[in-house]
Nanobody, 124 residues
Framework: QVQLVESGGGLVQPGGSLRLSCAAS????????MGWFRQAPGKEREFVAA????????SYADSVQGRFTISRDNAKNTVYLQMNSLKPEDTAVYYC?????????????????WGQGTQVTVSS
């Protein structure tokens, strides 16, 4: 049974940084692409970033390009999202997700497993 557990969310001031972690269990981690998505109140879930199983290929939403970095440590079965220069509009519940294949995707429906989410609030 695949489990994804996010952590690292919290309250941060504009311009600050946070690092989210997502610990995976239940199957071979390095085989599968991982993604981060977010959902703000009253808005649809949106793609944030994705990384291939090897960690070599990444993709970012235009809104976070240059500010966020996705990475993974396959030895620790963990994917990270380093978030810098945070803005109030980054406030959302952040979810990690895992595909059933090595290739990345920007589409939520392409992901088979989801974590429970972690709240990120950017406010002064």
């Amino acid at each position: 049974q695949v489990q994804l557990v996010e952590s690292g969310g919290g309250l941060v001031q504009p311009g600050g940084s946070l690092r989210l972690s997502c610990a995976a269990s239940g199957r071979s981690f390095s085989t599968y692409a991982m993604g981060w998505f977010r959902q703000a109140p009253g808005k649809e879930r949106e793609f944030v970033a994705a990384v291939s199983g090897s960690g070599i290929t990444t993709s970012y939403a235009d809104s976070v390009q240059g500010r966020f970095t996705i990475s993974r440590d396959n030895a620790k079965n963990t994917v990270y999202l380093q978030m810098n220069s945070l803005k109030p509009e980054d406030t959302a519940v952040y979810y990690c997700a895992q595909r059933n294949t090595n290739t990345i995707s920007k589409f939520g429906y392409a992901y088979a497993y989801w974590g429970q989410g972690t709240q990120v609030t950017v406010s002064s």
